[in-house]
């Protein structure tokens, strides 16, 4: 069904969101397809808002929220310019397979595309209509009687509302000011740090029965994946003291070469790839669950301004996605302006516990990852091995058990 061709116009009429990424977009197109006004503001300029380093999993339960929206046409082009994903899984740094699934674990033909950012970002934004989203506006604060919000900006414009939605990320400024604060407390540190780039895949040998492949060594790891049209997405992570860089060991190859040198192919290949691309470095960061509430009155947040999370499973852009398309499908069941505060209080209660869930699952996968000893580096690769395949999936089954679908 497409809620799109609805006559009956929702009681909420004017959503205003704030912050310009997947969580954003995504909320602005479902918006659009449940007949609501909406309005996207972004502090960063139209270009680098359209950025972004690396790759993104869009995987299975995401990817059935976007065939829901805009008659499949995002679906569609996330289909015909990523890459799908097939078997994959981690090895030991020595290439020892530790643990391999494929889709069929998860009853599917493919767990979903990746693609990178830029590319997503393009696609999400060529969904909406011209005028949706607005660039260079930096939100300052809020203001919210019993029926709407207004929303002011530091240039000094305004906006009014029947809801506010922060969905500005790690260090988001709603969230803030839902806390009367001028900024949030620092974000908590994972004790490791990420490179992301990409590379050419015909210049390397990989093996063609995978998508994807994480390595594990001790106290760092090293993954690719394919987001389509030939091109490969690497990520690698290594426990380090916050706020390092790479400077002193010539740059961000030479680091990546000195940590991984012992690892065993593709990954010195994929290394030999990166002589000309560019490196992004940064620090992992990370929030506890705020639990049953993110919001106040006719605020609500989604996505990394509610429930950041460290990037080992791949989800943290999908729970956004599903954040994004169950906040738009509980607004449309209001009955009358009153019940709009307490849906998205019961929208905020519904998602806490997945949501949670997978913050503390991304949590766990990260430390075993990341073990740093080599005893519990050993233990760690007996346990994968020997754990029969089948049990080892219930690790992530649950991931894929969503089914969104629009509600009358």
């Not at 290594?238 to 706020?243: A, C, I, K």
């Not at 994968?384 to 969503?402: I, V």
């Amino acid at each position: 069904m497409q809620i799109s061709a609805k006559a009956i116009k929702p009681l909420v009429s004017k959503v205003i969101v704030i912050g310009g990424g997947i969580g954003g977009l995504t909320l602005a197109r479902a918006c659009l397809d449940a007949n609501i006004e909406v309005e996207l503001y972004e502090k960063r300029q139209l270009d680098a808002m359209l950025s972004g380093a690396g790759g993104i999993f869009i995987q299975r339960n995401a990817i059935r929220v976007y065939k829901l929206l805009w008659l499949e046409k995002i679906y569609q082009r996330f289909y015909a310019q990523g890459g799908k994903i097939f078997k994959g899984g981690f090895k030991s740094k020595s290439g020892t397979e530790l643990y391999i699934n494929s889709p069929e674990f998860a009853g599917e033909e493919d767990l979903g595309i990746c693609l990178s950012r830029r590319e997503l970002q393009q696609i999400l934004y060529e969904a909406l209509p011209p005028g949706i989203v607005r660039t260079g506006m930096t939100f300052e604060k809020f203001e919210q009687t019993q029926d709407s919000v207004q929303v002011y900006f530091q240039d000094g414009s305004t906006t009014t509302g029947d809801i506010l939605v922060g969905a500005d990320g790690l260090y988001s400024q709603v969230r803030a000011s839902l806390s009367s604060k001028e900024r949030l407390e620092e974000p908590l540190y994972s004790g490791m740090c990420c490179w992301r780039g990409f590379f050419n895949g015909s210049s390397v040998s990989l093996d063609k029965k995978y998508s994807w492949m994480e390595f594990w060594g001790r106290g760092n790891r090293f993954g690719y994946f394919d987001v389509g049209r030939g091109q490969f997405s690497f990520y690698a992570f290594n426990n380090s003291e916050q706020g390092g860089n790479d400077d002193c060991v010539g740059g961000s190859l030479n680091a990546l070469k000195l940590i991984f040198s012992d690892y065993a192919e593709p990954v010195p290949s994929i290394l030999k790839a990166l002589e000309n691309e560019s490196i992004y470095r940064d620090d992992i960061f990370d929030r506890q669950p705020l639990g049953n509430c993110w919001g106040k009155g006719r605020v609500t947040l989604i996505g990394d301004a509610a429930h950041p999370v460290q990037p080992n499973l791949g989800q943290g852009g999908c729970m956004a996605v599903e954040d994004a398309f169950e906040l738009v499908n509980s607004l449309t069941k209001a009955a009358s302006r009153d019940q709009v505060v307490l849906l998205l209080r019961q929208f905020e209660s519904s998602r806490s516990k997945r949501v949670t869930r997978v913050f503390t699952t991304s949590r766990q996968v990260g430390q075993l990852g990341q073990t740093n000893s080599a005893i519990g580096c050993l233990l760690r690769d007996w346990i994968y091995r020997l754990t029969p395949t089948w049990l080892a999936d219930l690790q992530f089954k649950w991931l894929f058990d969503y089914q969104p679908s629009w509600k009358e």
